[in-house]
């Protein structure tokens, strides 16, 4: 859903069911700045002009040239507006591409996350014109513009737009509508959070889990209903999400043809995150992870084993920064009285 305000997900409209398609937001992140990097984005154009629609002459191209070589090549030629349709131009730069200036200032991931420091006064502050940002280049706030970024305060999803919309964004817009099923699966566990600083390792997420589980069965009656499908168990999940909708698991069909498969691109810029990068990134982070696991504990259609798979992938990317051993809150914990407003 990449709709707002007055889209799919308007705190103006209320339903019963709601379907996320989520991702591990350190994972996602990482994805996120290297997608709409400018040299990646190029990097792309030879793959799905040669090697997806004409692979016979890719395939002699490779026989007397290296294919990096062939894409680097092509990116020093592809970096001048005059080679580039006006429309492809937009969709790679964003419009009079404000995204080549934007990553300007951070052209590796590492630099992006070196300067990530979660600046609270950035948060009522917004970039939404060319010559702004240009400024904020020009001048070395290059600190200011990424915390903005992470912060969602540069209101403009022409650059690097998947930060703009994350799950903070997303639940905020959608509205108090998604607390009714929260606030059901979480009071069933107000004791067991209580405890919480007198467990150890991950037997409360244990515990949680199983109860959530037990109270997710009695869906018929929870007012709204939250489904997970996350991207790295994308087929598990969706099977998991129509058996709870009532279809048999032998009777799903999963389409197995890759549509739009880049993952053997060559890309030039690549995660260069060192252990500062790693942590300043993963800071930034918390509370949308905090609405990431808000999110899983509330699903119907994920299991125990499910949600600890979760919590491992999340320990992997951030555990030697943030607790992921605490139970989440709910989403009008998380977002705040403001919220309701």
């Avoid at 890719?58 to 090549?73: G, H, P, R």
């Avoid at 809150?329 to 009285?337: A, M, R, S, V, Y």
Wanted: net charge positive; proline share 3%.
């Amino acid at each position: 859903m990449h709709k707002e305000r007055n889209g799919l997900y308007s705190r103006n409209n209320i339903f019963d069911f709601y379907l996320f398609t989520i991702r591990d937001p350190f994972e996602r992140a990482v994805s996120a700045f290297l997608y709409s990097h400018p040299e990646n984005r190029i990097a792309e154009i030879p793959y799905k002009e040669w090697k997806s629609k004409n692979p016979e002459k890719f395939i002699n191209m490779l026989k007397t040239q290296n294919e990096s070589k062939i894409f680097v090549e092509f990116s020093k030629e592809y970096k001048r507006k005059a080679n580039i349709h006006p429309r492809q131009y937009k969709s790679l730069f964003g419009e009079n591409g404000v995204n080549l200036i934007a990553y300007n200032c951070f052209p590796t991931i590492e630099n992006f996350a070196t300067l990530l420091t979660q600046k609270n006064n950035l948060r009522n502050l917004s970039v939404t014109n060319k010559t702004y940002l240009e400024n904020m280049v020009q001048n070395k706030k290059c600190d200011d513009l990424a915390n903005m970024i992470m912060q969602r305060g540069l209101v403009w999803p022409e650059v690097m737009g998947h930060f703009y919309h994350d799950l903070n964004s997303i639940t905020w817009n959608i509205g108090v509508g998604l607390i009714k099923h929260q606030n059901l699966l979480f009071s069933r566990n107000k004791t067991k959070l209580k405890q919480l600083k007198k467990c150890k390792n991950n037997q409360f997420v244990d515990d949680i889990v199983e109860d959530i589980g037990t109270s997710s069965s009695s869906h018929e009656n929870v007012s709204t209903t939250i489904m997970i499908i996350r991207t790295e168990f994308l087929v598990r999940d969706w099977i998991q999400a129509n058996v709870y909708l009532g279809q048999n698991a032998t009777d799903i069909q999963v389409p197995q043809k890759k549509v739009r498969d880049s993952s053997n691109v060559f890309r030039p810029v690549i995660n260069n995150l060192s252990s500062l990068g790693n942590e300043n990134l993963c800071f930034s982070l918390e509370k949308e992870y905090s609405i990431y696991f808000s999110l899983l504990f509330s699903s119907v259609n994920l299991s125990h084993e499910n949600l600890k798979d979760s919590i491992d992938i999340a320990k992997k990317n951030c555990g030697k920064w943030l607790n992921f051993d605490v139970a989440p809150k709910t989403l009008n914990e998380i977002h705040g009285q403001e919220w309701f407003n």
